[in-house]
């Protein structure tokens, strides 16, 4: 693999992991109502959760996918209602109000919060799909461990500053306030999105 190769599949992974999806909307969420060491520790396992994906890719996850396509029907539909049951869990607690004082100190684990960014990274058939088919195309065959290492390494990184950057963003003191004004009608709205993504997600 070359550099200008490495460099290529950068710039396309940055623009697959800056794109909204349920990663992104979730540290947003996460960013405004827990705050932001905990959006980030959410990150650390988005992150994880792509490198997953990464080397499932290298191992042949498409041909798996090709091979087996009832696999990959029954996992877009665990995946869709993953999200779904995240979006219904918004939806229930949207009156509860925020806590601006304690909110975000300690209502979530760095290991949960990890767990909950790898679960909701592998629950997005889109992240299989790109890898499995998008990405692994600016690898060529042969390549190197050493080179396969740096391509991890580049995506866990890429995964965490993307989504630490919407965190940082999202637990500023404004954003936080306007949304303990909202909350109701933005919890009700993030939850709408994703149960349509999870909906979409299940049945494409």
């Not at 580049?154 to 306007?178: D, G, K, Y």
Request: hydrophobic share 60%.
């Amino acid at each position: 693999m070359t550099g200008a190769a490495f460099l290529a599949a950068t710039l396309l992974h940055l623009l697959a992991a800056a794109s909204p999806g349920p990663a992104v909307l979730l540290t947003a969420r996460t960013g405004v109502t827990r705050g932001f060491r905990t959006a980030v520790w959410l990150a650390v396992g988005i992150g994880l959760g792509a490198c997953f994906w990464a080397t499932a890719a290298f191992l042949g996850l498409a041909v798996l996918f090709k091979a087996a396509p009832a696999l990959f029907w029954g996992f877009k539909i665990a995946g869709g209602l993953f999200l779904c049951w995240i979006a219904f869990q918004m939806w229930r607690h949207a009156d509860e109000p925020l806590n601006m004082e304690t909110e975000g100190q300690a209502a979530r684990s760095p290991l949960s919060a990890i767990r909950l960014g790898i679960t909701t990274q592998l629950a997005n058939p889109k992240a299989a799909v790109f890898f499995g088919a998008v990405f692994v195309g600016t690898v060529p065959p042969g390549t190197s461990a050493p080179w396969l290492f740096a391509l991890l390494a580049m995506i866990f990184t890429n995964e965490l500053l993307c989504n630490a950057i919407v965190a940082r963003l999202f637990s500023l003191s404004a954003p936080r306030q306007a949304y303990a004004r909202l909350k109701r009608w933005i919890d009700r709205s993030f939850g709408g999105i994703l149960a349509v993504l999870g909906v979409k997600i299940a049945t494409l």
